[in-house]
T-cell receptor, first 115, second 112 residues
Framework: DSGVTQTPKHLITATGQRVTLRCSPR?????VYWYQQSLDQGLQFLIQ???????AKGNILERFSAQQFPDLHSELNLSSLELGDSALYFC??????????????FGEGSRLTVL | SQELEQSPQSLIVQEGKNLTINCTSS?????LYWYKQKYGEGLIFLMM?????EEKSHEKITAKLDEKKQQSSLHITASQPSHAGIYLC????????????FGTGTRLKVLA
């Protein structure tokens, strides 16, 4: 058990819909990272937050948005869903947010299926 | 193109054999990490390398970072079925960015 909690574990929805994925980081960790993993694209970095502030942005689509709340949990919102958004979405956390972030602790992921 | 390239993409070895996985970056890295993932599960941290020339070992797995900090290798000695999974290298990229990205992954199967 990494200490990172993601909900829901599985989600099936239709194209055009909107979903929210939730992540609770390990106790004491200030940084939250979001990743998308699909068979053809591998593990893609989406976005990172550190203590409520956006720290780095990767290949995150405009239809996607995220935030980190004062209690440090984070949400990833996916809207106008397309078939290609079907993937495993991971959240990870770490204590640090600066250079050499160190070890990331990963949740078990949220598997999104868009029909 | 991927910022972190891994090779090979997949590997099938007989139990007891040694193997090496490589990870190459076009940029100098602040930190290079190795993770293991079982299918459909989260990543598990294996090792972190920071200094050029650094080498670390954990049980039968050894990782090295080259002097220029742009290439790393992961070596498994006397592989076992428990080593099977996907190995990914990760890196804090240089140039003031906080992106923590991962390589393309190497899928390892160990035949008993």
């Amino acid at each position: 058990d990494s200490g990172v909690t993601q909900t829901p574990k599985h989600l099936i929805t239709a194209t055009g819909q909107r979903v929210t994925l939730r992540c609770s980081p390990r106790s004491g960790d200030l940084s939250v990272y979001w990743y998308q993993q699909s068979l053809d694209q591998g593990l893609q970095f989406l976005i990172q937050y550190y203590n409520g502030e956006e720290r780095a942005k990767g290949n995150i689509l405009e239809r996607f948005s995220a935030q980190q709340f004062p209690d440090l949990h984070s949400e990833l919102n996916l809207s106008s869903l397309e078939l290609g958004d079907s993937a495993l979405y991971f959240c990870a956390s770490s204590k640090r947010g600066a250079h050499v972030a160190g070890e990331l602790f990963f949740g078990e992921g949220s598997r999104l299926t868009v029909l | 193109s991927q910022e972190l390239e891994q090779s090979p993409q997949s590997l099938i070895v007989q139990e007891g054999k040694n193997l090496t996985i490589n990870c190459t970056s076009s940029k100098t890295l602040y930190g290079l990490y190795w993770y293991k993932q079982k299918y459909g599960e989260g990543l598990i941290f294996l090792m972190m390398l920071q200094k050029g020339g650094e080498e670390k070992s954990h049980e039968k797995i050894t990782a090295k970072l080259d002097e220029k900090k742009q290439q790393s290798s992961l070596h498994i000695t006397a592989s076992q079925p428990s080593h099977a999974g996907i190995y990914l290298c990760g890196a804090d990229m240089a140039s003031g960015t906080y992106k923590y990205i991962f390589g393309t992954g190497t899928r390892l199967k160990v035949l008993a």
